[in-house]
């Protein structure tokens, strides 16, 4: 299947962080244009590397992209255009509230839904407006609307202004309610999506089970909302040019399982399978031999010069050297964060074995509902170490509840359904396992806590500032337990609270965990280290792809040292997938021996 193959005049690229949404959707838009179309290619990703994948700087307004005639492309900046919707959604309110009530207003529209709601303005204005891409053949868009933000947009009662007598501060409703104007464009955008004579919306994911289980979870939820004509790409297949390189064979081994054991919506689909690029596909060159026949994926660098001069002084410390600091507190909360596919949970359970066998007592515990902290442990025991899971959909099931008896007990048919979608968000779910967290780190104060995914600085900064607004105008509707309110002081005290910032040495993973540093150091949170995981840097091969691939993460390792400021520790990827509790303390061992220097 090319990548052109059928091609509808709208594409939509989606899949998380880290797969190649970027790189597939620039492939996509290149070799359109090499075909003789007029193509705007548009990106609304707070994380985009529209720039660097193209090899040139592109603004708010359509551009021409060097190296390819009839390309234009706009890299649009949905922190910036939350900022202005936020900013046009609080002002009038500015000097008639109390200060208090107005920074609660502000951060209410500071998280990822205000994002969402607000990138989805901007290409709506491309989608839904006929006349503003009338001059293109083709408009391909890398970032497709969640299905969360989809489903508010087709409720009625969105347009309705229901939102003013919302009283939670875990709404999606505020960011949405400044739309009303546009109602007739989001209708119509909404419409296009859904049709498959003018648009196609491609899966783009990892050959990694991980990757395919989120993957079939968004497709079965865009094809419940009507969007129907879906594709895949499979991203990073890699095959082992030298067998008897046991990295090599690995990896291959690992890929193919998951290929074969690929969910079923998934398989369903018209696929393209693109070969791992070890440098990444950057460049036009690159972008137009993407998923051709002729294109050898992980061998299209044979041709370059191999330079891969690693050496162990300069890879970051091991995974060991950050658990002797964490181990000196005696007690307190550890707390793994990152985007999800990341390793968060595997990261989280090798800490909490590496103490336990260090003799703490030691609680693993998860809030995310997509982990399996006891699958990662094998479901084996340990003495010292104790495992349960935050199940978020309980929670947020307790959390509906009340809600919808007391904001929706007088609300109509419309309203009421608003308010239910309101409560399936993410921030939803954030705020209703606060409890349940707060409690669990209550629990480090006599022993080590080990929290696979915590809620974000935004979100912390949210009951922040709700606190500070019900307490200004006395609408506290219940009592707030003492684990809640000891949370902040908790989660901002370094001798306490150790945040671990996950990530992969690639390019949107980093990128992404830095806008999360910065959202926690917003709520006063000083992150302890970042960890690199799954890094080929400190292996041994001979494979030339995987040599190439260690030349490329050094940038990215070197961005983590300047971002972290040096605390740093790095993890590297395993032959074998870290289960069980023998392998996850593997992951705690020193690792760099002396690399040979490869030219």
């Given amino acids: 299947m090319p990548l052109t193959e059928n091609s509808t005049r709208h594409f939509f690229f989606t899949g998380k962080g880290g797969v190649g949404k970027t790189s597939m959707a620039c492939a996509t838009a290149v070799q359109l244009a090499q075909s003789g179309k007029r193509v705007l290619l548009v990106s609304t990703d707070p994380a985009s590397n529209l720039d660097e994948v193209l090899g040139c ?14 390309l234009d492309g706009i890299n649009i900046d949905p922190q910036i255009a939350a900022a202005e919707y936020r900013e046009r959604m609080v002002q009038p309110y500015r000097g ?38 009338s001059d293109y053949d083709h408009v391909v868009f890398d970032t497709a609307p969640t299905g969360h933000t989809l489903r508010l947009l087709t409720l009625p009662s969105a347009w309705s202004g229901f939102m003013e007598s919302s009283t939670t501060g875990a709404s999606c409703l ?28 491609v899966l783009v994911t990892r050959p990694e089970t991980s990757a395919f289980a989120e993957a079939a979870r968004s497709s079965d939820e865009l094809r419940q909302l009507g969007v129907l004509n879906q594709r895949l790409i499979v991203n990073g297949v890699f095959t082992a040019s030298d067998e008897g390189d046991r990295v090599a064979a690995a990896m291959q081994k690992r890929g193919d399982d998951a290929l074969e054991q690929m969910p079923s919506n998934l398989a369903e689909l018209p696929r393209l399978s693109v070969a791992l690029s070890p440098s990444g596909v950057m460049g036009i060159d690159r972008l137009r031999q993407v998923g051709r026949a002729d294109h050898e994926g992980s061998g299209a660098d044979a041709g370059s010069p191999l330079d891969v001069s690693l050496s162990s002084t300069e890879l970051p410390g091991d995974l060991s050297d950050l658990i002797d600091g964490i181990a000196d507190k005696g007690r307190g909360v550890v707390l793994a964060m990152g985007k999800g596919g990341v390793g968060k949970t595997t990261v989280a359970s090798a800490v909490a074995v590496a103490l336990a066998r260090r003799g703490f007592d030691v609680h693993l515990s998860t809030t995310d509902p997509a982990a399996h902290v006891a699958a990662t442990l094998a479901s084996e025991s340990l003495e010292r170490l104790t495992v349960d899971r935050i199940d978020p959909a309980a929670e947020v099931e ?7 008896a007391t904001a929706g007990d007088d609300l109509d048919e419309n309203g009421r359904a608003l308010l239910e979608e309101d409560l399936r968000s993410p921030c939803t779910e954030e705020i209703a396992v606060f409890r349940a967290f707060a ?11 080990v929290l696979d995914t915590a809620p974000t600085g935004h979100t912390i900064l949210l009951l922040d500032s709700a606190m500070a607004y019900h307490r200004e105008v006395s609408r506290q509707g219940s009592e707030v337990p003492e684990s809640v309110q000891q949370l902040l002081p908790r989660l901002r005290d370094p001798d306490f609270t150790q945040v671990l ?10 990128h992404e965990a830095a806008k999360l540093q910065e959202d926690l150091v917003r709520a006063e949170i000083q992150p302890t280290a970042w960890v690199i995981n799954q890094s080929i840097a400190p292996l041994e091969t001979t494979d030339p792809a995987l040599q190439r691939r260690q030349s490329h993460e050094q940038a990215y390792i070197d961005e983590v040292k300047t971002l972290s400021g040096g605390s740093v520790a790095l993890v590297p990827w395993q032959l074998e997938p870290p289960t069980g509790v023998d392998a996850l303390s593997k992951l705690g061992q020193r690792h760099h021996a002396p690399l040979q220097s490869r030219s």
Avoid: N, W
Avoid at 57 to 70: I, S
Avoid at 439 to 449: H, I, K, M, N, P
């Fill in 57 to 70: 700087r592109l603004g708010h307004t359509p551009t021409p992209v060097d190296g390819v005639d009839g």
């Fill in 96 to 133: 008639v509230l109390p200060d208090a009530a107005v920074r609660s207003m502000e951060e209410q529209f500071s998280g990822s839904c205000t994002v969402e709601i607000a990138a989805f303005d901007e290409f709506a204005k491309l989608l839904g407006d006929d006349t503003a891409t």
């Fill in 174 to 201: 505020g960011p949405l309610a400044g739309l009303q104007a546009q109602q007739a464009i989001y209708k119509k955008t909404v419409k296009a999506l859904g049709d498959g004579d003018q648009t196609t919306l």
């Fill in 398 to 404: 307790a959390y509906r509840a009340e809600v919808l």
């Fill in 439 to 449: 409690q669990s780190v209550a629990a480090g104060t006599d022993r080590f806590v």
């Fill in 501 to 510: 910032i996950v990530t992969l040495p690639e390019a949107t993973p980093v």
